[in-house]
């Protein structure tokens, strides 16, 4: 694939993805490759493969007159997508303490940690948001392999493609909530909680701590149903999830 391709098929991924997440197509609709090309000013090829590959995240699902559809969610599917990849960060975190990490790993894995505080700062207006969520990704990818297992971080990574279940998912455009930053602060203490765990060798304990940081993604859910829905049109993908 040459680079062209490559950025149309990318530029038509996120295109797509942001506008399923964004609400700008309800549940059951069905999207018109035409309009849509149009809309993302992508052709249609590269459009294809972006559907192809929402509908393996499970955002999207074929239609039987052909085509795709935006999928709904009930809230129990997403209270059980980040319970699964708790699990599996949870297994990852134990078999790491368990097996033992390279000292390359950890000491980047601890650098991670490092320069997520950086980005809390002591107010909120000094926190670096954009850059915490960046770093927070690169976090989850590097906690799965610590293992030195291709298969359990094949498997955390699928499960991070779920929808709802990628660590991220529920931290884009929330620096403003004051309960979400506060969330954070407790989140980036559970990071380094588990490295130290991990360091250690105490499995059972990074096991544990791991699921706990994933249960943080259901927490600022719950708070946006039960205490401030006016939030829900803000937290990406909400707009697909009915009770």
Same mark, same amino acid.
């Given at each position: 694939?040459? &680079? ?6 990318l530029k038509?991924? !996120?295109?797509?993805r942001?506008l399923v997440? @964004?609400?700008?197509v309800?549940? @059951?609709?069905?999207?018109? &490759? ?6 993302? @000013? ?7 493969a972006? $559907?192809?590959?929402?509908e393996?995240?499970? !955002?999207l699902q074929q239609?039987?007159s052909g085509?795709?559809a935006?999928?709904?969610f ?5 209270f059980d997508?980040? /319970?699964?990849?708790?699990?599996? /960060?949870?297994t990852?975190?134990r078999?790491a303490? &368990?097996r ?7 000491g980047a894995i601890?650098?991670?940690v490092a &320069? ?5 700062g ?10 915490y ?8 990818a590097?906690?799965?392999?610590l293992?030195?297992?291709e ?17 991220s ?10 309960a ?5 602060? $407790?989140a980036?203490?559970?990071?380094r ?6 360091s ?6 990074? /096991?544990?701590?791991?699921?706990e940081?994933?249960? $943080?993604?259901?927490?600022?859910l719950?708070f ?20």
């Amino acid at each position: 694939m040459n &680079e062209n391709r490559q950025r149309q098929t990318l530029k038509a991924l !996120l295109g797509l993805r942001n506008l399923v997440l @964004g609400g700008d197509v309800a549940p @059951g609709d069905r999207l018109s &490759e035409v309009v849509l090309a149009k809309r993302l @000013g992508i052709s249609r090829t590269p459009l294809r493969a972006a $559907l192809a590959r929402l509908e393996q995240e499970g !955002l999207l699902q074929q239609i039987p007159s052909g085509g795709y559809a935006v999928r709904g969610f009930r809230l129990a599917d997403v209270f059980d997508a980040i /319970e699964l990849r708790g699990v599996l /960060e949870g297994t990852a975190a134990r078999v790491a303490a &368990e097996r033992g990490v390279e000292p390359a790993k950890l000491g980047a894995i601890k650098t991670l940690v490092a &320069e997520l505080d950086k980005t809390l700062g002591d107010r909120p207006e000094d926190m670096l948001f954009d850059r915490y969520v960046a770093l927070n990704a690169s976090f989850h990818a590097a906690l799965a392999g610590l293992a030195g297992s291709e298969v359990l971080r094949r498997e955390v990574e699928r499960a991070m493609l779920l929808p709802f279940a990628s660590p991220s998912a529920f931290l884009k455009r929330q620096e403003a909530v004051p309960a979400f930053r506060r969330s954070l602060t $407790l989140a980036q203490q559970q990071h380094r909680d588990i490295v130290e765990a991990i360091s250690q060798r105490e499995g059972a304990r990074a /096991e544990a701590l791991a699921r706990e940081h994933a249960r $943080l993604a259901r927490q600022n859910l719950e708070f946006v149903i039960n205490q401030d829905r006016s939030l829900m049109t803000r937290v990406p993908g909400l707009a697909l999830v009915s009770g």
